[in-house]
């Protein structure tokens, strides 16, 4: 079976079987099963597991998953819809949560939850005028692996800045007797995404206001100048960069650097965790910092109860039993026992937003984080962003960055709002 059709199976069973009361045909256990059950609409089918296990605990609950490719696109529900009581997804934080989600303080006043067990700044995102409006489940950070081989051409930190993969990339670089390239350290280029992460780390700051989309232009201009002198100073050009890409740099990235042509690949801890657990590799990583942050992943997961839950209750009690340690733990563990095909990397596949989860127990299933846990003073959030946010990085903000840097010089490149434009027919006309 492959992993879609696992995963597909798993939803299926978590809104089918995982109740107790499915398996009981007396009309008493399906009034019950109508009246108290617990809706969980979310994008992380992993949940399924989370949910067989709290139903497996809790004989007086019921909770079932309804699977929302991208919950924050489904609110509010059609009117022909039975609303959720619990929402868990990216893209959820917006100016106004009130509209959509109920005030989570009385957790807190009640100690069915103690803020001190969460990263600060990931509890403070979710909140709107210090009001807890959502919750953080998982993050996930920017990484470079290398080869092991290569450990002693690596500064010895856990965090590596943009200017150290330069310059430790650029004395990696090797040219044969032809002046062609037999190894450039790293290609920029290579990766949309990291060009993403530089406009971030960089202070281009995109956010969501009043419904669009604002940066700082300055801020972009000098990420696309600075990517253009690394690409053009240290890889001779574009094409060079390109050419060499596409003659040795075919394989995964985690085989890029074992087969010794590039020094750094970029990742994210997500699959960074599951690669280096589904195969023995013998490469390590660095989180990637800026000016003492490293920038936490903008698809975040958080939850929250929807303002018109049915079942405050019961989205009250699951919300206490997923926020405790141990049962994160248990999570873990059933995990590491099953063995499952789509298994995700750590909690709802990332880092738990639980402090002792990450530090403490995570490292017992994930050993490479033994030697470098993410700094928990460097972890920066990012901005509130729209629900379509992943698709216009992808088809708006990397495009114009890639075709910004290797347009040559004379020639103009398309806007970043040309590109918009074009997105826009694409997703609303």
């Given at each position: 079976?492959?992993?879609n059709?696992?995963?597909s199976a ?15 045909s ?10 108290d ?6 994008s ?5 597991q989370?949910?067989?296990l709290?139903n497996r605990?809790h ?5 079932i ?20 009581d ?16 109920k ?11 103690a ?17 807890h409006?959502?919750l ?16 002693d ?9 943009l ?5 430790t ?8 007797k ?14 949309d ?8 780390m960089k ?10 989309i ?16 690394w690409?053009?100073t240290e ?10 890409t596409?003659?040795?740099l075919?394989m ?5 650097v074992s087969?010794?042509?590039t ?9 960074l ?5 589904e ?6 990583y660095r989180w990637?910092v800026e ?23 019961g ?12 049962n994160?733990?248990h999570?873990?563990e059933?995990k590491e ?7 995700m990397?750590?909690i709802?596949g ?7 989860v990450?530090?403490h ?11 470098n846990?993410?700094?928990?003073q460097?972890l ?5 962003l729209?629900?379509r946010?992943?698709?216009?990085r992808?088809?708006?903000v990397?495009?114009?960055?890639k ?5 040559p ?5 398309p ?5 918009e434009?074009e ?7």
């Amino acid at each position: 079976m492959n992993i879609n059709k696992l995963a597909s199976a798993l939803v299926l069973c978590a809104g089918m079987f995982v109740c107790g009361c499915s398996n009981n045909s007396s009309q008493k256990a399906r009034t019950v099963y109508q009246q108290d059950r617990i809706v969980i609409w979310t994008s992380c089918r992993e949940f399924a597991q989370y949910i067989e296990l709290f139903n497996r605990q809790h004989k007086d609950n019921c909770a079932i998953l309804v699977y929302k490719e991208n919950p924050a696109l489904s609110l509010p529900p059609a009117k022909d819809e039975n609303p959720p009581d619990i929402i868990v997804g990216s893209w959820l934080r917006t100016d106004t949560p009130q509209k959509n989600f109920k005030s989570l303080d009385y957790l807190f006043d009640t100690k069915r939850l103690a803020s001190d067990e969460f990263y600060p700044q990931l509890l403070d995102s979710g909140k709107r005028k210090d009001v807890h409006y959502l919750l953080p489940v998982s993050f996930n950070l920017p990484a470079v692996i290398f080869s092991t081989d290569n450990k002693d051409q690596i500064p010895d930190s856990y965090v590596l800045s943009l200017d150290q993969i330069r310059s430790t990339a650029s004395a990696f670089n090797a040219k044969n007797k032809n002046d062609a390239y037999t190894k450039i350290g790293f290609t920029p280029l290579g990766n949309d995404e990291f060009l993403y992460l530089t406009a971030k780390m960089k202070g281009t700051d995109f956010r969501e206001e009043k419904d669009e989309i604002s940066w700082d232009g300055a801020a972009l201009i000098n990420t696309v100048s600075m990517l253009r002198d690394w690409v053009y100073t240290e890889n001779t050009s574009p094409q060079i960069e390109e050419d060499f890409t596409f003659k040795y740099l075919f394989m995964p990235y985690y085989r890029q650097v074992s087969s010794g042509r590039t020094l750094y690949a970029y990742t994210t801890s997500d699959s960074l965790f599951k690669i280096l657990k589904e195969q023995d590799l013998d490469v390590d990583y660095r989180w990637i910092v800026e000016k003492n942050s490293i920038f936490i992943e903008d698809s975040c997961t958080m939850m929250g109860i929807y303002k018109k839950a049915k079942n405050q209750v019961g989205a009250t009690d699951f919300i206490s039993w997923f926020f405790q340690s141990e049962n994160q733990r248990h999570i873990l563990e059933t995990k590491e026992n099953m063995h499952l095909e789509t298994d995700m990397f750590g909690i709802a596949g990332g880092f738990s937003s639980l402090r002792d989860v990450t530090e403490h127990i995570l490292p017992i299933y994930y050993n490479q984080l033994l030697t470098n846990l993410p700094p928990s003073q460097m972890l920066t959030v990012p901005q509130k962003l729209p629900a379509r946010w992943e698709s216009y990085r992808t088809l708006v903000v990397e495009p114009y960055i890639k075709a910004a840097v290797t347009t040559p010089e004379g020639e103009v490149s398309p806007t970043l709002h040309d590109y918009e434009k074009e997105w826009r027919k694409k997703v609303f006309d």
